[in-house]
């Protein structure tokens, strides 16, 4: 939050600053007050003690600082609650135990593109993120680009970000959600504008590489051993929805919510068993798979880009 990376965070980041500031100012002057208590002359003590010293610093002087900081923070931070112009690009994330759900919005508000635990936005223009929960209260913290705001069974919370420049900003869970909550993170990728519009159109063309032999079984097995019933892959026979969308998971920059590097070890040992790997989370453990048939789903889910 100290080294703010766009506008939203960058107000929070000075309102920090200033708070932080302010209380060493105060604990100056109460370690003052205190020394003057224990070791001062009979006169100070007594002043201290008076009622004149109790109204001004016990009283007025509190509600001089905090009104003070309170109009200025609300002035501070006016940009996050500034109207929604009704032309940001929107997004509808949404909290599950334990990962993100991402659609990414046409001007209808109906999701067009789908994706979990990472999120691309271009650089210079301001997103709007509508946050829900399936579930439980998560609470939604990338710290470079904005606040975080929780996300509330059966209602929306909006909320803005925005990146000045390209790069990938890590985000995590800020409200304690049960089990693997310190293990639910998620990813940022911030793009130039032109590279934002390619990205965007790649994502939206049909997936018609060959893959290879190995991969081809990959995908026999992939539907065969229960996985779509769980996971969606676009343009194919799996529609699951009560985990992450596949569609596009060989292009991630981790798995499992942010905890693993996304490589062909990680993913088949994801697969083949996810609970040694994040205790409590919903992904069943597929020891019965032997590892020729994880290599092959793997290189399946690879090619899914």
Known sequence: MFDPAGPFAGSIATLA?????????????????????????????????????IWLGGILFPMVVLTALLVYGLSLTRNLTAPIRGDEMRVRLVGEMWWWRVAYLDR????????????????????????????????????????????VPGRTNIMRIQADQPGTFGGQCAEYCGGPHALMGFVVIAHEPEAFAAWLRARQEPQEAAISPEAARGASLFMSTGCAACHRIAGTGANGLAGPDL??????????????????GALMGWIGNAQALKPGNRMPPYTILPGKDLQAIAAYLETKR
């Open 17 to 53: 600053w200033i708070l932080m500031g302010v209380a060493a100012v105060v604990m100056l002057v109460v370690a003052a007050a205190l020394w003057v208590a224990l070791f001062g002359t009979g006169n100070l003590r007594s002043k201290l003690g008076g009622k004149r010293t």
């Open 108 to 151: 209808r508000r109906q999701p067009f593109m789908m994706d979990a635990n990472e999120l691309h936005i271009p650089t210079g223009r301001p997103v709007v993120l509508e946050l829900q929960s399936s579930d439980v209260v998560h609470s939604f913290w990338v710290p470079r680009l904005s606040g975080k705001l929780d996300m």
């Open 247 to 264: 569609s596009h998971i060989g292009s991630r920059r981790t798995l499992g919510a942010g905890i693993l590097p996304n490589n062909r």
